[in-house]
């Protein structure tokens, strides 16, 4: 999953892709959002066998990050900075989640309902077709 471009790493990433995300936010939105940014990510995706990496832990250190403790839980509540990046992923993963199943499903039973019409040699016409689209039925109505 990415975000403006920025992959956001997932519990099973790498360590160096963990780095990597960091580096993007930082060079993206600065550091302290960055940092805020990437705790955030990490409460809820963090590869904790990372916590055991030398490197990464020299890495968070130089840009005083703390994964270790409670601390990561409170910094990242506090700043609250990531909260509305996230909120507009989740709001459009419910999009692609329900939205286009429930949109295929309005358009694919009306052409399989005609098409089965059209296989048994039953009338086709525009009012025929017409009784099986949503827009069609409320015309109807009107009459």
């Not at 990464?56 to 990242?76: C, G, H, M």
């Amino acid at each position: 999953m990415t975000i403006e471009g920025i992959i956001i790493p997932q519990n099973d990433s790498p360590c160096s892709q963990w780095i990597g995300y960091h580096r993007n936010l930082k060079r993206k939105f600065g550091k302290a959002s960055a940092n805020a940014i990437w705790l955030q990510t990490w409460k809820y995706e963090g590869a904790t066998g990372c916590t055991a990496d030398p490197e990464f832990n020299q890495y968070l250190e130089k840009y005083d990050i703390d994964v270790s403790s409670e601390i990561t839980a409170a910094v990242a509540g506090m700043k609250n900075i990531g909260n509305e990046f996230f909120g507009v992923v989740g709001m459009y993963g419910n999009v692609i989640k329900y939205g286009v199943p429930i949109m295929i499903a309005i358009v694919a039973v009306p052409v399989a309902l005609l098409l089965i019409r059209i296989a048994l040699g039953k009338p086709t016409g525009a009012e025929t077709v017409a009784k099986f689209v949503p827009a069609g039925r409320v015309a109807g109505l009107l009459k």
